[in-house]
């Protein structure tokens, strides 16, 4: 197959991890007969410092012209809150998602078996294993909502921050938690908080209907606040967790820190028919950046999960995610992720690791 691949390289890090990606989907394509073109995407903090805006006009274009998009991570402090909307990294990100309609974020949290030593968890409790994946709507919910500030008469400034959802929202990223529970182990953990929430009520409603259609796939909801409570007392019991797009923004970061080293985490942002859109979970590290130091390895996986559901290869999936276990079974690590003892290599030496063994595969 021949595939374009647009690469949103970003700030910080993300430029050093993009590129040991694209080595490896090299390195995946030669071995598996494919052909990749990449086109360059300018889009976050770099943006803003090269043409002034941190989402280019033509960026959805330019991504829509692509069959996927790999993105390494954009932000950092010289582009904070304090700066104009249109000049923030964070704006960018949330206008692509919206543009291309990426409304289901995919984001697996898993224990490694080379790492399971890792987690901050009891020792029993990780050995349990963890393979949970986050199913974050990504493109409505309060992040989206009608904001609005204004003088009060008696009370200073006030804001507010619109949450809403329709059932047509809930419904589709619903329908892809419970066909992935399906390729899975079989169960959905849906969680909202419809003790308090109108919102969340609905979500359970039309939850519930879905759990009728899927009566092959084990059903539960779970409360937000019990949700967070149990990723650190028995991660090891959920599946498919799906939820809203503040409450999986908050849960994935949890759920990755417990297993022990969110730069082994990939995502996967996608909708029904623009390209998807693949990340590393964790941030631009500005304070490592340029210096060899960053781990690859979520961004590679990014590329892996790139080949399972954009592509709908899962040989090439498999392989990738072969040779990274391969490696961090043989000692290999990145600092972030090492013991003292163990063997600490460099960006490039650790991207170059993971395409020999992908080739040796
Ligand atoms: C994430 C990030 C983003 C989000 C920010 C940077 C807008 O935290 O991908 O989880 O909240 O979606
Ligand atoms: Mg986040």
């Known amino acids: 197959m021949n595939y374009k691949i647009a690469l949103i390289r970003g700030d910080g890090i993300g430029p050093e991890v993009v590129n040991e990606a694209v080595g490896v989907l090299d390195a995946a394509a030669e071995k598996f007969g494919h052909s990749i073109e990449y086109v360059d995407v300018l889009l976050g903090g770099c943006a803003t410092d090269a043409v002034g805006k941190s989402y280019p006009d033509g960026t959805a274009e330019k991504c829509r012209a692509c069959d996927a998009i790999l993105l390494g991570a954009v932000g950092g402090p010289k582009w904070g809150p304090d700066k104009p909307a249109d000049q923030r990294p964070e704006t960018a990100l949330l206008a692509l998602r919206k543009d291309l309609e990426l409304y289901a974020n995919l984001r697996p949290a898993t224990l490694r078996p080379a790492m ?36 009060t008469e008696d009370r200073g400034v006030e804001c507010t921050d619109l949450m809403a959802y329709s059932e047509k929202e809930i419904e589709r990223i619903g329908r892809r938690a419970f066909e992935l529970a399906r390729l899975r182990r079989g169960k959905v953990s849906s969680v909202d908080k419809a003790n308090v929430l109108e919102t969340s009520r609905l979500w359970r409603e039309v939850m519930h209907r879905l759990a009728k259609e899927y009566p092959d796939v084990q059903y539960e909801d779970v409360l937000v606040d019990n949700c967070a409570m149990q990723i650190v007392r028995d991660p090891g019991q959920f599946d498919v967790v799906v939820t809203e797009n503040m409450f999986g923004d908050i849960l994935s970061d949890e759920a990755s820190m417990v297993t022990g080293s969110i730069g082994l985490l990939p ?20 304070d490592i950046a ?27 999936a ?12 043989e000692g290999w690590r990145t600092a972030d992720i090492a013991k003292p003892g163990e063997k600490v290599v460099g960006t490039k030496e650790m991207g170059r690791l993971i395409r020999e063994k992908l080739a040796a595969l």
Request: glycine residues 8%; negative net charge.
């Open 290 to 316: 340029g210096q060899d130091k960053a781990n690859p390895m979520a961004t590679i996986l990014s590329a892996a999960m790139m080949f399972r559901y954009s592509f709908q290869r899962r040989e090439e």
């Open 318 to 329: 498999d392989a990738i995610e072969q040779a990274v276990d391969a490696v961090l079974a």
């Open 116 to 151: 399971a030593d890792s987690s901050p968890l009891r020792r029993e409790t990780a050995e349990k294993g963890i393979d949970l994946m986050m199913v974050r709507e990504l493109t409505g919910g309060i992040y989206f909502g009608k904001r609005d500030k204004y003088q």
């Open 267 to 286: 995502s996967a942002s996608i909708g029904d028919t623009a390209p998807g859109l693949y990340e590393p979970i964790h941030g631009s590290a500005p």
